[in-house]
């Protein structure tokens, strides 16, 4: 329950905890480790059933600024809903379980959102894992500081989906996640994603919305989160299926809420949205398939049963992922998914990785 006692903190941190008995503790202890001790941490059990249960417990006898919610599991975008729902603080901020923050985040945020007219959003960069324990760093690609509305509308809305950067290095210019901003609680009562169904991209959605609807928006040049991408419970190690079905709907949500400010905009940023969704489908059978033509085979039935024509919108997009789209939509499927293993490859997404499990021949 809130501590109606106590004067409201300025940041309400929300972890959503499920089966991260191997790795909550470092989230939770990088979280405690910051310098700016204005904040109530919110840690979401979504019906764990190893020890995150026992491990948010024993947090929360420690230290008052923790709660701990239980609840019966139904998904992330419930859990992280239930914690906002609960929220206090004048910024929301969301870190995921298996990863972590680094020291001077909330510093340099408290910094830039305690101005008398401060922004909707403080978004700052990350550093990304690969397999071999190396750290990428992915900082904010244009000039940091402060976006009004008119310099967002003319720097970022236009590419907010476009990568900067070559090969590992690519990303889109505003990340489609929760983790690498601290977004005003107003903001985000207001774009929060209400279809819990979504076990993917639920996150993007609403990071998606925010930032289009931010009146202004600071940017650090710093990278204070470290995205663990090949941690024991990172979706890149369990099959999900469902997965494209989960994509359609992600981006049928983000097309009925089009209307109003730049529209005709938002319509072609949701036809990338789409077609990534698309890519990370795909991507998805060829990490879990035992050869590339068993991927194609599971795709090809995957596309015959979604029965789309085109399978992804083509407008707005460019030629290779329009021609892409056209070779899944008339069932070429082993060319194409050729050319999506080589381009995952030189952007460094997980295409095979240890620990992922294979599905058997035939299926």
């Known amino acids: 329950m809130k501590r109606a006692d106590q004067e409201s903190p300025f940041f309400s941190i929300i972890v959503p905890a499920y089966n991260n008995e191997h790795e909550l503790k470092r989230c939770i202890d990088s979280i405690l480790a910051q310098h700016s001790a204005d904040f109530e941490l919110i840690i979401v059990n979504d019906g764990s059933t190893d020890a995150t249960p026992d491990i948010c417990d024993a947090y929360a006898l420690q230290d008052s600024r923790i709660q701990v919610v239980h609840k019966e599991n139904q998904g992330v975008a419930a859990a992280r809903n239930d914690g906002l729902f609960r929220a206090a603080g004048k910024y929301v901020y969301y870190a995921d379980a298996d990863d972590w923050i680094e020291q001077g985040l909330l510093q340099e945020a408290i910094h830039v959102l305690e101005q008398p007219e401060p922004p909707d ?211 070429i499927v082993y060319p194409a998914m050729l050319m999506i293993k080589l381009l995952c490859g030189k952007k460094g997404i997980p295409v095979k990785t240890s620990g992922a499990g294979t599905l058997p021949e035939g299926k």
Request: charge should be positive; include cysteine.
């Open 121 to 331: 959003l403080f978004i700052f960069g990350h550093k990304r894992s690969l397999e071999t324990g190396k750290l990428v760093h992915c900082p904010w690609p244009l000039a940091p500081g402060s976006y009004s509305r008119e310099r967002l509308e003319a720097a970022v809305y236009p590419r907010m989906l476009q990568a900067f950067g070559t090969g590992r290095e690519a990303r889109n210019l505003v990340c489609p996640v929760l983790w690498d901003k601290i977004i005003a609680r107003d903001l985000l009562l207001a774009h929060y994603c209400t279809d819990i169904s979504l076990f993917y991209g639920e996150d993007l959605v609403c990071a998606y919305e925010c930032v289009r609807f931010a009146k202004e928006i600071y940017f650090s040049g710093s990278c204070y989160y470290v995205y663990d991408q090949y941690s024991e419970s990172s979706m890149y190690r369990r099959y999900h299926p469902g997965l494209f079905r989960n994509n359609i709907a992600m981006a049928a949500y983000l097309r009925s809420r089009e209307n109003g400010r730049n529209a005709a905009l938002a319509r072609k940023q949701v036809n990338e949205l789409a077609f990534n969704g698309l890519i990370t489908a795909a991507c998805q059978e060829i990490r879990f398939a035992s050869s590339l033509r068993q991927a194609a085979r599971r795709w090809k039935t995957i596309l015959k049963e979604e029965a789309a024509f085109p399978v992804s919108p083509l407008e707005g997009l460019s030629f290779p992922a329009r021609a892409c789209i056209l070779l899944f939509s008339f069932r």
